[in-house]
């Protein structure tokens, strides 16, 4: 347990986290840089359904904000949307919102006649899934609110995705079943859930501390990539899950 006096960079070395990360080799990478443009595409491969959200919200019909959410991954994985991400500094996720207005406004009485003839679309949309992840919590949710709530959702959903990984390499995918059944109505309880795995109730108890603890360290690792330096983590962390508890 961390003392309340611990800096917010001690925190952050304690978990890995001081280290140079996807969103900082996008800052530090010059015009023609691969590495700054791979970390720029696998930054935006996880997170471009926020962009999606968001020009669906700008009142685009479910096809033209695919093709929209597409070109503008087009222009922004291009060799001058790496120099404008240089010129940017701070948070990932504000500096993709920043762009997706800047587009929108460029683009607004546009239509994008035809898909590009031969390009390999640089972010695969399918339609139909973002679609209906897009009115799962579209009804209320202004613009921005919308944006950061798909950013929290696919946050939540990527460590998650590398806890299991994590755990199914070791070979305790069955601790997380138990903690993914937590709450459910029809869920087995403590006790019978360790009388199945032969463990005392105390050890899964345990089990399934360290599991929270590690996806809560996971999370704080993919924000870390999304931020320019590793003490703008836990205030980053305070904005998304305020917005997640709206």
């Known amino acids: 347990m961390h003392s309340d006096s611990e800096s917010t960079t001690e925190r952050a070395t304690h978990v890995g986290?001081?280290?140079?990360?996807r969103w900082s080799v996008v800052l530090a990478a010059g015009e023609d840089s691969l590495a700054g443009r791979t970390a720029l595409e696998t930054l935006c491969r996880i997170y471009w359904f926020s962009v999606y959200?968001?020009?669906?919200?700008?009142?685009?019909?479910?096809?033209?904000?695919?093709d929209f959410t597409q070109e503008f991954?087009?222009?922004?994985?291009?060799?001058?949307?790496?120099?404008q991400a240089r010129r940017e500094r701070g948070r990932f996720r504000s500096f993709l919102a920043q762009c997706v207005r800047n587009f929108l406004a460029d683009e607004w009485d546009k239509r994008i006649a035809?898909?590009?003839g031969g390009d390999v679309a640089p972010i695969s949309i399918e339609a139909e899934a973002?679609?209906?992840?897009?009115l799962e919590g579209a009804d209320h949710d202004s613009p921005d609110v919308?944006?950061?709530?798909?950013?929290?959702?696919?946050?939540?959903a990527e460590s998650h995705a590398r806890l299991v990984r994590e755990f199914a390499a070791t070979g305790r995918r069955e601790i997380l079943n138990v903690l993914d059944q937590l709450g459910e109505p029809d869920a087995p309880s403590l006790a019978e859930s360790a009388a199945r795995l032969q463990l005392p109730v105390n050890t899964l108890k345990s089990h399934l501390h360290r599991a929270r603890q590690r996806q809560a360290a996971i999370l704080r690792e993919l924000i870390a990539e999304t931020v320019a330096s590793p003490v703008e983590v836990e205030a980053e962390l305070k904005h998304l899950l305020e917005v997640w508890r709206v």
């Open 17 to 21: 986290l001081f280290v140079t990360t």
């Open 53 to 66: 959200a968001l020009v669906r919200r700008s009142g685009q019909d479910p096809t033209a904000a695919a």
């Open 73 to 83: 991954f087009a222009r922004l994985l291009s060799k001058d949307g790496l120099a």
């Open 114 to 116: 035809q898909k590009r």
């Open 130 to 134: 973002a679609e209906g992840r897009y």
């Open 146 to 156: 919308l944006f950061d709530r798909a950013w929290v959702k696919q946050l939540l």
